[in-house]
């Protein structure tokens, strides 16, 4: 497979992701809607623990989809552990979804409704796979945190992210990103749903224990506008176009359950 044929627009958009990857129409696919009346409570979910206080940030990256910091994963010094997961999962970068100018742009949606936008911190299972490209393509692989971000007064430490996106406008770039820990990021009460699901952008691999944060964080318009200066296209492409609606919109459930920690 080379290159990347898929994206956002109307062309190559989630409504027609199908006819390269038959998994978009799977029965374990992400994201969904979440309905806190018929999530189950479980109360042997323990809580979920993000230790990412010995993280190494390496880099923020625009990889025509949307902007990533990665993170060195060649040991267990971050990882999220506990709640449904089994074992340590090591983080290995973070990324954004969003909407247009005064449009939500989460991919999970709370019955019915969407956030602003949502940050996903992806970890794999380094006990049982060797390699982030193992783990993804299992159904153990990969555990994404999820956060929903709404709109508000400035968040304190996005602006650390929010002042280094003019170095990654077009796809393709990236730049140092060093000492950064993304602990800044969560909110404060870690509650959470989670549920059996999979990649939300294609290859749509069905591998992702989802654990999604209850309590959104607030940043404001002014920061998010900022996520909307970034292009999809390569600097020396023609066409610009602004990177945004870069969600998928939710999957149906397939009988699944969302469990709630509580
Ligand atoms: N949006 S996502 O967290 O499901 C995701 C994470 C990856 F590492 C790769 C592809 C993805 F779609
Ligand atoms: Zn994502």
Not at 126 to 137: D, G, L, Q, T
Not at 153 to 166: C, E, G, M, N, S
Request: charged share 25%; glycine share 8%; aromatic share 12%.
């Amino acid at each position: 497979m080379t290159g990347c044929n898929w994206g956002y627009g109307k062309e190559d958009g989630p409504s027609v992701w199908h006819k390269n990857y038959p998994i978009a129409l799977g029965k374990r696919q992400s994201p969904v809607d979440i309905i806190p009346d018929e999530t189950v409570r479980d109360f042997s979910l323990g809580p979920i623990v993000p230790d990412y206080d010995r993280c190494t940030s390496v880099n923020i990256s625009n990889n025509g989809h949307s902007v990533v910091v990665e993170f060195v994963d060649c040991d267990d010094r971050s990882v999220i552990r506990g709640g449904p997961l089994d074992n340590p999962y090591r983080l290995k970068q973070f990324h954004f979804h969003w909407g247009g100018k005064g449009h939500d742009g989460s991919e999970h949606t709370v019955g019915g409704v969407g956030y602003t936008s949502e940050l996903h911190l992806v970890h794999w299972n380094a006990i049982k796979y060797r390699s982030f490209r193992e783990a993804s393509k299992s159904s153990d692989g990969l555990a994404v945190l999820g956060i929903f971000l709404e709109t508000g007064d400035d968040h304190r430490w996005l602006h650390v992210i929010t002042d280094a996106l003019y170095m990654v406008k077009y796809k393709g770039s990236v730049t140092d990103f060093k000492d950064f820990n993304p602990r800044c990021l969560l909110p404060s009460s870690l509650h959470y749903w989670t549920y059996l699901g999979s990649l939300t952008t294609p290859p749509l691999y069905e591998s992702v224990t989802w654990i999604l944060l209850k309590e959104p964080i607030t940043v404001s318009e002014r920061q998010l506008a900022m996520f909307r200066m970034l292009q999809f296209n390569a600097e020396e492409e023609d066409e610009r176009m602004r990177m945004e609606n870069n969600f998928r919109p939710p999957q149906p459930l397939e009988g699944r359950t969302v469990l709630s920690s509580n």
